[in-house]
Structure formats: structure tokens, C-alpha cells
């Protein structure tokens, strides 16, 4: 995500939007359209209903690349919003209901007017019957091609949602702080902003991206208590930070002076928006978080074919990879792609290509920490093998409840890197760590049945999670009996 010049795909983008804007509906001056009589937030959008009111291109007669979507008058400012409701209410609004058709095809044609530029071949597609999206090509693409282009105006930040906001912003963002969540105020920033931007109906410049995204998530803020307690206790507990993290967002917002009290009141409204925010962003820098609508539709992938990079005037530009033929789905990488729980617990998906997991020696995170090590160093591969980072925090657990002294020197082994000795280590007590590791496989594949049983016993009316959590659970079962079958190969 660091930034960088591209030349050629910019003058050739820049060259698209300006050919689209001057064919465009949308092409003449932003007029606000006047309020209607009645407004509900949950009220659908029919089929036949214009679905861009009120906007126009970001690039309408002039390709302006620099420009900050804070400075567009095409942004209606939240106060200038609350005055259009006090009057009136919108024409419409996102219907946020589960079942809620996504209006893909508006959103796409939105999103040429507005300058977005698509590689040759690369278009959106479905598998599931419209519920959810990703992005593939029906060409072949070589490496270094552009894949797509989004115009920096497009682009949700939380750089620029701070300018906006930045009067009614300090109180909230100190009450995040206390509750310990100083690192997650980028992402209240995107979070007000797509509060924000609901708020505004079909006068919001974009209401046909918000009306095409998913209604329904599966990750750990949309789990319940019964969800969480058909997990083991490593994904459990992130999936329950992400509901924790969500909490904590929903009473902090009630600060927030510039919203309207009925957006501080709708639950289901307010968790929308979060998941929103929460899956649908990505890090730039340390810092900052962005959202730039038709690039927040790339899958993630173990193996990637895309990413995503920003130039120094703030356009979204994505680059194959590879060389990608034609019939694939074209993906980023969303986070760890050795461990699938944390991206379960965030984004509510299990993926299956996946190479490894984590290998849920949670009651040793004290040694696994003290060796140094991570998460993402203890694995289990789908084939069966174990890292050496698995037998270095087991051996190390077994030494300090049996001689302290030979504990500190393998301790100094692991640290200093010393492969030799530790590996002396290793050979002498072998056999006390392979039984500790197929004790552990054992009871964890155990476990998983049982989990896996408790999770079929729920409706999956009331608890729409469970078919994921099962493929989840059924996952990191199938790793633990290939790790269980090599280990009884060794005695």
C-alpha cells in the first residue's frame, strides 16, 4: 500500500472517465432534489426507482485526479443533511434488511460515471445466486497489467472523515481510549462516515455503492453467546474481541452530536455500518484505513493475483501479480494466509486454501510468548507437518515443570538462535514431546466433534452462523487428523 507513479494507467484511466463523463446522465451540476413527505429507514428501494438522485460524476467535464473528496461539492455536509430531514425526509434509503437485494448492476453503472476504470475482461460475477460478489476475468491478464482504477475522490478515508467530522470527534475518540481501543479510532472515523453517508438517502453521492453491499455477515460481531461456544477456545476468543470491539463502538457513539437520534437508535442499523467499515477496509501506512468502492469487492486468497497500491494524489490502483489466465477469480491478500481463524473472526469467511492453522496451544501463550513466537509460528499444515516453532513452546512447557535450570538453557538456545543445541534438546527429550503433541491433537480433535454436534443442534433460523462455523470447525479437523496420522508414524 505504499505509493506509488504510474503514468501510462493513469493517462489511460484518466482518458475513461473523461470519454464516460461526457456521455453520462449524471453530467450536469449537482442539484439537491427536494425532500419528500415520508421517510423510514428500513424503507426498499423498488426496482424502478431512480437509484441516483441528487449526484454526478466525480469527473464530470474535467479529469481533476488530485482533487479530496472533502473539498467535492458534491458532499453534502452532515449538518446540511439533518436540516434536509428536519424539513422533509429523503426519497430513499438503503433498505439494510438481510434479505435485501443487492443492486449490483446500478452500483457498476455508478461507478463508470463516476471515472472507475476496469482492465479488459475484469468484471464482477456471482456464484451463489446473487448474495454474494467477487471480482474475475474472462481474459487472460500478464503480470504488472492494470486491473482497476478508482479515482481518489471516491475514496473513503478516515484522514478525510476526521477533517469532516473533526469538531464533534474529540469526546467520543477519548471515551475509545479509555476502553482501550486508541488503535481502532481510524476505523470510528470510516464507521461515522458511513453513518453519515446512510443518513443522506439518495442524496448521498454514494448511495448506489452502499446499496449494492452485503446485508448479512458472518463474522464474530454478528455471532451470538451459542455461536461463540461451538468454537475452540482460540477462534472463539477473537471472534468474541470483534463483538467486544463492536460493544464498545455502540456506546461511544451515543456521544455523537451530529447524527440523528433515530440513527443512535437503530441497532441493526449501527451494526451494518460498523461490519461495513470493519470488512470492507484496508490499511495504508500505520495509520490509515480506506474504502475504495468496486476495490472493497476483491476476495481475499492465500494465493493472490491482485493488490492494491495508492499513488501520491490518493487514486486506488490494482496490479496483477501474475500471470492470471482467463476463467479466474482475481484476489488480495486480506491478512495471515496460514491461519484462517482471524480472518473468520473479522470477515466471516473460512478459506480452504489456506496451507496451515494454527495449532490451538493456547494454554501455553505464556511460553509461546516468552520464546518469542506468534500465533502465526505455530502451525499445523493441511498435510500433516508441524513447524518447528509447535515442539520448541512444548518442550519448553515440559522442561519448566521438570528441571528449571535445563528450561533456562534451552530458553537461551531458542533465543540466541543456536539451532545446534536446540536441537540437542530435542533428540534427548523427544519422546516426552511427541506424546505432550498427540495428546493434544487427540483431545482437540475430541473436542471438535463434540463442538461440531452443539452446533448442529441449533436452529439455523435464529443462528444463520452455523453453516460457517461448521465448515470452519470442519477444516481444522481435517489438519489435525493429517497432523495425528504423521505423528503416529514417529512412534
Same mark, same amino acid.
Given at each position: 500500500?505504499?505509493?506509488?507513479?504510474?503514468?501510462?494507467?493513469?493517462?489511460?484511466?484518466a482518458a475513461v472517465a473523461v470519454a464516460l463523463a461526457?456521455?453520462?446522465?449524471?453530467?450536469?451540476?449537482?442539484?439537491?432534489?427536494?425532500?419528500?413527505?415520508?421517510?423510514?429507514?428500513?424503507?426498499?428501494?423498488?426496482?424502478?426507482?431512480?437509484?441516483?438522485?441528487?449526484?454526478?460524476?466525480?469527473?464530470?467535464?474535467?479529469?481533476?485526479?488530485?482533487?479530496?473528496?472533502?473539498?467535492?461539492?458534491?458532499?453534502?455536509?452532515?449538518?446540511?443533511?439533518?436540516?434536509?430531514?428536519?424539513?422533509?425526509?429523503?426519497?430513499?434509503?438503503?433498505? $439494510?434488511?438481510?434479505?435485501?437485494?443487492?443492486? $449490483?448492476?446500478?452500483?457498476?453503472?455508478?461507478?463508470?460515471?463516476?471515472?472507475?476504470?476496469?482492465?479488459?475482461?475484469?468484471?464482477?460475477?456471482?456464484?451463489?445466486?446473487?448474495?454474494?460478489?467477487?471480482?474475475?476475468?474472462?481474459?487472460?491478464?500478464?503480470?504488472?497489467?492494470?486491473?482497476?482504477?478508482?479515482?481518489?475522490?471516491?475514496?473513503?478515508?478516515?484522514?478525510?472523515?476526521?477533517?469532516?467530522?473533526?469538531?464533534?470527534?474529540?469526546?467520543?475518540?477519548?471515551q475509545l481510549a479509555e476502553e482501550g481501543l486508541r488503535?481502532?479510532?481510524?476505523?470510528?472515523?470510516?464507521?461515522?462516515?458511513i453513518l453519515s453517508e446512510y443518513e443522506k438517502g439518495?442524496?448521498?453521492?454514494?448511495?448506489?455503492?452502499?446499496?449494492?453491499?452485503?446485508?448479512?455477515?458472518?463474522?464474530?460481531?454478528?455471532?451470538?453467546?451459542?455461536?461463540?461456544?461451538?468454537?475452540?477456545?482460540?477462534?472463539?476468543?477473537?471472534?468474541?474481541?470483534?463483538?467486544?470491539?463492536?460493544?464498545?463502538?455502540?456506546?461511544?457513539?451515543?456521544?455523537?452530536?451530529?447524527?440523528?437520534?433515530?440513527?443512535?437508535?437503530?441497532?441493526?442499523?449501527?451494526?451494518?455500518?460498523?461490519?461495513?467499515?470493519?470488512?470492507?477496509?484496508?490499511?495504508?501506512?500505520?495509520?490509515?484505513?480506506?474504502?475504495?468502492?468496486?476495490?472493497?469487492?476483491?476476495?481475499?486468497?492465500?494465493?493472490?493475483?491482485?493488490?492494491?497500491?495508492?499513488?501520491?494524489?490518493?487514486?486506488?490502483?490494482?496490479?496483477?501479480?501474475?500471470?492470471?489466465?482467463?476463467?479466474?477469480?482475481?484476489?488480495?491478500?486480506?491478512?495471515?494466509?496460514?491461519?484462517?481463524?482471524?480472518?473468520?473472526?473479522?470477515?466471516?469467511?473460512?478459506?480452504?486454501?489456506?496451507?496451515?492453522?494454527?495449532?490451538?496451544?493456547?494454554?501455553?501463550?505464556?511460553?509461546?510468548?516468552?520464546?518469542?513466537?506468534?500465533?502465526?509460528?505455530?502451525?499445523?499444515?493441511?498435510?500433516?507437518?508441524?513447524?518447528?516453532?509447535?515442539?520448541?513452546?512444548?518442550?519448553?512447557?515440559?522442561?519448566?515443570?521438570?528441571?528449571?535450570?535445563?528450561?533456562?538453557? /534451552?530458553?537461551?538456545?531458542?533465543?540466541?538462535?543456536?539451532?545446534?543445541?536446540?536441537?540437542?534438546?530435542?533428540?534427548?527429550?523427544?519422546?516426552?514431546?511427541?506424546?505432550?503433541?498427540?495428546?493434544?491433537?487427540?483431545?482437540?480433535?475430541?473436542?471438535?466433534?463434540?463442538?461440531?454436534?452443539?452446533?448442529?443442534?441449533?436452529?439455523?433460523?435464529?443462528?444463520?452462523?452455523?453453516?460457517?462455523?461448521?465448515?470452519?470447525?470442519? /477444516?481444522?479437523?481435517?489438519?489435525?487428523?493429517?497432523?495425528?496420522?504423521?505423528?503416529?508414524?514417529?512412534?
Amino acid at each position: 500500500n505504499t505509493p506509488i507513479t504510474t503514468p501510462n494507467m493513469k493517462l489511460h484511466c484518466a482518458a475513461v472517465a473523461v470519454a464516460l463523463a461526457l456521455v453520462s446522465p449524471f453530467a450536469s451540476a449537482f442539484q439537491t432534489a427536494l425532500p419528500h413527505s415520508s421517510f423510514r429507514h428500513h424503507h426498499s428501494v423498488s426496482p424502478s426507482s431512480p437509484t441516483n438522485i441528487g449526484t454526478r460524476p466525480f469527473f464530470a467535464n474535467t479529469v481533476d485526479i488530485g482533487r479530496s473528496p472533502i473539498h467535492s461539492k458534491i458532499f453534502i455536509a452532515s449538518s446540511d443533511a439533518r436540516k434536509l430531514r428536519a424539513g422533509g425526509p429523503l426519497a430513499a434509503a438503503v433498505n $439494510i434488511n438481510e434479505a435485501a437485494p443487492r443492486e $449490483i448492476q446500478s452500483f457498476e453503472e455508478w461507478s463508470r460515471s463516476c471515472g472507475v476504470g476496469m482492465g479488459d475482461g475484469v468484471a464482477l460475477t456471482t456464484t451463489d445466486g446473487a448474495m454474494d460478489y467477487s471480482v474475475m476475468t474472462n481474459q487472460n491478464i500478464p503480470t504488472g497489467s492494470p486491473i482497476l482504477y478508482v479515482p481518489s475522490d471516491m475514496v473513503l478515508t478516515s484522514v478525510a472523515a476526521e477533517q469532516e467530522f473533526r469538531a464533534g470527534l474529540a469526546d467520543a475518540e477519548r471515551q475509545l481510549a479509555e476502553e482501550g481501543l486508541r488503535e481502532c479510532v481510524s476505523l470510528f472515523r470510516l464507521f461515522l462516515k458511513i453513518l453519515s453517508e446512510y443518513e443522506k438517502g439518495d442524496q448521498s453521492p454514494y448511495f448506489p455503492w452502499l446499496n449494492s453491499l452485503p446485508r448479512q455477515f458472518y463474522n464474530g460481531v454478528s455471532m451470538t453467546d451459542d455461536c461463540f461456544d461451538c468454537l475452540l477456545p482460540y477462534v472463539s476468543e477473537l471472534s468474541r474481541k470483534e463483538r467486544e470491539d463492536y460493544v464498545v463502538f455502540t456506546k461511544v457513539l451515543q456521544s455523537i452530536q451530529f447524527l440523528d437520534s433515530a440513527t443512535l437508535l437503530d441497532k441493526e442499523l449501527i451494526k451494518w455500518a460498523y461490519n461495513v467499515a470493519l470488512t470492507r477496509s484496508t490499511l495504508v501506512g500505520t495509520r490509515e484505513l480506506r474504502i475504495a468502492p468496486m476495490a472493497d469487492y476483491f476476495n481475499h486468497g492465500a494465493e493472490t493475483e491482485a493488490e492494491i497500491k495508492y499513488d501520491q494524489e490518493g487514486n486506488c490502483l490494482v496490479y496483477a501479480t501474475k500471470d492470471i489466465p482467463a476463467g479466474s477469480p482475481l484476489r488480495i491478500s486480506l491478512g495471515e494466509p496460514k491461519d484462517p481463524s482471524p480472518l473468520f473472526a473479522k470477515y466471516g469467511f473460512i478459506d480452504e486454501t489456506s496451507p496451515a492453522t494454527y495449532c490451538k496451544l493456547l494454554h501455553l501463550k505464556k511460553e509461546m510468548e516468552r520464546l518469542r513466537y506468534e500465533f502465526k509460528d505455530l502451525l499445523f499444515s493441511t498435510g500433516g507437518d508441524v513447524s518447528p516453532a509447535v515442539y520448541d513452546v512444548i518442550l519448553y512447557s515440559i522442561l519448566e515443570q521438570n528441571d528449571p535450570s535445563l528450561q533456562e538453557q /534451552f530458553y537461551q538456545a531458542v533465543i540466541s538462535g543456536n539451532e545446534e543445541a536446540k536441537n540437542s534438546f530435542h533428540q534427548q527429550y523427544f519422546s516426552y514431546t511427541l506424546d505432550a503433541l498427540k495428546q493434544h491433537v487427540d483431545t482437540t480433535l475430541r473436542s471438535l466433534e463434540e463442538l461440531s454436534r452443539k452446533a448442529q443442534s441449533l436452529d439455523a433460523r435464529t443462528h444463520p452462523r452455523v453453516p460457517i462455523i461448521l465448515k470452519h470447525n470442519e /477444516f481444522v479437523y481435517n489438519t489435525f487428523l493429517a497432523v495425528q496420522s504423521n505423528l503416529n508414524t514417529m512412534g
